[in-house]
């Protein structure tokens, strides 16, 4: 089943809805990922504990799970081999990028 538009404003009307629904994917992953790592503060948790705490399906939170050990593996690299903790990590843009920070104890922060 294919959809052809009747005419451009309904092309853009539907551009703009995909853009809208893409964006609120985007933020409710960037949210997802902020609260699993704060979880992971408290203590370790199974994907499946994440999965029924946080309402979605254990695939998701396996995808999530990954993007995080990938964020947290480029950070013990950069930074002496240091652990990351959920207070490094900061979404940019709303979800669309993220930066991680380094505090040495003595007051100098290394990005």
């Given at each position: 089943?294919?959809w052809?538009?009747?005419?451009?404003?309904?092309?853009?009307?539907?551009?703009?809805?995909?853009?809208?629904?893409?964006?609120?994917?985007?933020?409710?992953?960037?949210?997802?990922?902020?609260?699993?790592?704060?979880?992971?503060?408290?203590?370790?948790?199974?994907?499946?504990?994440?999965?029924?705490?946080l309402?979605?399906?254990?695939?998701?939170?396996?995808?999530?799970?990954?993007?995080?050990?990938?964020?947290?593996?480029?950070?013990?690299?950069?930074?002496?081999?240091?652990?990351?903790?959920?207070?490094?990590?900061?979404?940019?843009?709303?979800?669309?990028?993220?930066?991680?920070?380094?505090?040495?104890?003595?007051?100098?922060?290394?990005?």
């Amino acid at each position: 089943m294919s959809w052809t538009p009747k005419n451009f404003n309904e092309a853009c009307l539907r551009a703009a809805g995909r853009r809208a629904f893409n964006r609120r994917r985007h933020l409710t992953r960037a949210s997802r990922i902020s609260r699993i790592l704060a979880l992971q503060n408290q203590r370790d948790f199974t994907g499946r504990e994440l999965s029924v705490l946080l309402d979605v399906h254990e695939a998701t939170i396996s995808r999530d799970l990954k993007f995080i050990e990938r964020v947290k593996a480029d950070y013990q690299k950069d930074n002496f081999g240091a652990s990351m903790r959920a207070s490094s990590f900061r979404w940019l843009d709303k979800g669309r990028g993220y930066e991680t920070t380094f505090e040495i104890r003595n007051g100098v922060s290394v990005k």
